[in-house]
């Protein structure tokens, strides 16, 4: 079962703030997040274990609500380069499927000048 | 170099003829998955294997068959390709030993079934 992202796509202007949304109906054991520019593989961000864990990628930074099963992503001051599809990979923690992924949709964001 | 090596980058076959989309990895990794990318549906896992032998189903495994004799190989077979299977594959893999890792990608493979 994919996990549920929103928005599907967000439009901002350099220096504006984002935040995407990943959203669960399993228990968690992890979330990945990852960028992907279009046509080419999917790129690592961050990895989030633990229940409210914060974790920072220059200006790029994420949480974990481990009880509410999502994550967000955080972009602030976006630039140009941050376009790209946005993915959320979630870990479960039950069901002896622990190391493997399973992505969302994506969120597709474009930074315009 | 670490790396994730699909092949080929790109294919455009016939409807019925049997193809193989290689996936080889150099970081002894046990964990190794396929997805497939369509536009508005992200990336939806076919199959992944947990180590060498150990291969079980994804979100969509029908017409598609995977192998896993190898640590470092985990081939995708298509035995009778299909228009719906057009489609962009990603093959990735990582680590479980130490757990909490990020999986490596391949390049990804074009698909083009007419």
């Known amino acids: 079962q994919q996990p549920v992202q929103s928005p599907q796509a967000v439009i901002l202007r350099e220096g504006e703030d984002a935040v995407i949304n990943c959203s669960s109906s399993?228990?968690?054991?992890?979330v990945h997040w990852y960028r992907q520019k279009h046509g080419e593989a999917p790129v690592f961000l961050m990895i989030?274990?633990?229940?409210?864990e914060q974790k920072g990628h220059d200006k790029i930074s994420a949480s974990f609500n481990e009880k509410k099963q999502q994550s967000s992503l955080y972009l602030t001051a976006s630039q140009l380069s941050y376009s790209g599809t946005y993915f959320c990979g979630t870990e479960w923690k039950y069901g002896g499927s622990q190391g493997n992924l399973i992505f969302g949709k994506g969120t597709k964001l474009s930074v315009k000048p | 170099e670490a790396q994730v090596t699909q092949n080929p980058r790109y294919l455009i076959t016939v409807t019925g003829k049997k193809l193989t989309v290689t996936c080889s990895q150099n970081?002894?990794?046990?964990?190794m998955s396929w997805y497939r990318q369509d536009p508005g549906l992200g990336l939806r896992q076919i199959y992944y294997s947990m180590n060498v032998e150990v291969t079980d189903k994804g979100d969509v495994p029908e017409g598609y068959k995977v192998s896993r004799k190898e640590k470092r190989n985990f081939p995708l077979i298509l035995e009778s390709p299909s228009p719906n299977q057009t489609s962009l594959y990603f093959c990735?893999?990582?680590?479980?030993?130490?757990?909490?890792?990020?999986?490596?990608f391949g390049d990804g493979t074009r698909l083009s079934i007419l």
């Open positions: 399993k228990a968690l054991y992890s």
């Open positions: 970081m002894n990794h046990e964990y």
């Open positions: 990735a893999s990582s680590t479980i030993r130490t757990g909490n890792q990020p999986q490596h």
């Open positions: 989030l274990l633990k229940g409210g």
